[in-house]
């Protein structure tokens, strides 16, 4: 069981190097040059409850550099409780290039969407622009995401998945956001080898032409994670997709609050990553493996699992860390270290919550 255990240790240190080797010599950046005409855009953001975040996010759409009159945007509200519609309404009447939209329950309940789908089905319906670019309305944008985004464009690219980061002072929020370097780390490596595996809804785009090919988000298999599911429908049917890291479209979001909220988000993104390619569900289950891997190696040799979980710790902290610079953060080694702990901590437990039979709640609506 002990030289097992620090087989799979050390099988894991050898991804690490082999991950932080790929991210120094094998990044991709794309970049057309200026665009030779502004193609239109749609910008879809659905808004469910979001009250008290959509005053940034209105605010920094309204520092986009894009040109405005090449700009549609669909801001739509799904059934909230709060003030969500008002200020949406507020806001679409000091923009002639906005519009609004009452989601309505999904209509062909056969097709199973999840609300936000449903949502940005609906909106998709109203959008004429040549490109489409989603967010969502706890994320601010920066004044050239536009233009980075669509710098990501090329022969059959039909999807281009931004860098977004989560901006906090405490501890529980500073991890959060390691987790979703440490993550979109892995995922742009294996991008920029060609193997292009998932999305992410807050900061992505897609040209019509495709959208239109798959059916819009009504077109695709139900899923929790629609960006994931979109991402796979538009690889099925021979479309590129392309993660295009730069300080110019980082988008930053909110973290979740505590530990409960958190682990509804991990439930639904473990439901996404379950649908993944095989060797991505290995690269995961090697990282989560690693755990009870080390503290067995630690009680069969003590000294050797010492040097090897510092090394561990080492490697990730300088991928995470340098993944960060190419999207413009410069962040803190020691709070890096630090992280260790919480990233055994929520990966475990992300585990055991998905297993546990129970529904998963997202904004106000249950799922089995």
């Known amino acids: 069981m002990g030289i097992l255990s620090l087989s799979l240790v050390v099988l894991l240190l050898f991804q690490d190097f082999v991950l932080i080797l790929l991210l120094k010599d094998n990044f991709k950046r794309y970049k057309t040059g200026n665009l030779p005409s502004y193609p239109r855009v749609s910008i879809l953001i659905p808004s469910r409850n979001e009250a008290n975040n959509l005053p940034g996010c209105l605010s920094s759409l309204e520092k986009l550099s894009y040109p405005s009159d090449k700009i549609q945007f669909i801001l739509g509200d799904d059934h909230s409780t709060d003030a969500t519609k ?3 309404e507020a806001w679409v009447k000091t923009m002639p290039n906005a519009a609004f939209i009452s989601i309505q329950p999904n ?4 097709n199973q969407l999840n609300g936000k789908a449903n949502a940005l089905a609906q909106m998709g319906a109203m959008a004429n ?3 489409l670019l ?3 309305a706890d994320c601010l944008v920066p004044e050239g995401w536009v233009e980075k985004m669509i710098e990501g464009l090329g022969p059959e690219v039909g999807i281009v998945t931004g860098i977004t980061t989560i901006k906090g002072k405490s501890n529980f929020e500073k991890f959060q956001a390691f987790d979703w370097w440490l993550s979109l780390g892995m995922v742009k490596v294996l991008d920029d080898l060609g193997v292009s595996i998932t999305a992410m809804g807050n900061n992505m785009l897609i040209t019509r032409e495709a959208y239109d090919k798959v ?4 077109g695709i298999p139900f899923s929790l994670t629609e960006d994931f599911e979109m991402a796979r429908s538009l690889k099925n049917i021979g479309y590129k997709g392309v993660h295009q890291i730069s300080p110019e479209n980082l988008i930053e979001t909110k973290a979740q609050l505590d530990f409960s909220s958190l682990l509804e988000q991990r439930k639904r993104w473990m439901a996404g990553a379950f649908t993944l390619p095989v060797y991505w569900k290995v690269l995961l289950a090697i990282q989560v493996l690693f755990f009870p891997a080390i503290l067995l190696v630690l009680w069969f040799f003590p000294v050797i699992g010492l040097v090897a979980w510092s090394v561990k710790i080492f490697l990730q902290s300088h991928f995470i860390h340098r993944f960060a610079v190419y999207a413009g953060e410069n962040l803190n080694y020691l709070d890096l270290l630090l992280f260790e702990i919480y990233y055994m901590i929520t990966a475990w437990s992300t585990i055991v919550y998905y297993f546990w039979p ?3 709640d997202w904004k106000g609506r249950q799922y089995l």
């Open 107 to 110: 209509p062909k309940p056969e």
């Open 215 to 218: 059916g819009g988000f009504a």
């Open 358 to 360: 129970s529904k998963t």
């Open 134 to 136: 989603f967010t969502d």
């Open 86 to 88: 008002s200020i949406l």
């Open 129 to 131: 622009g040549e490109v």
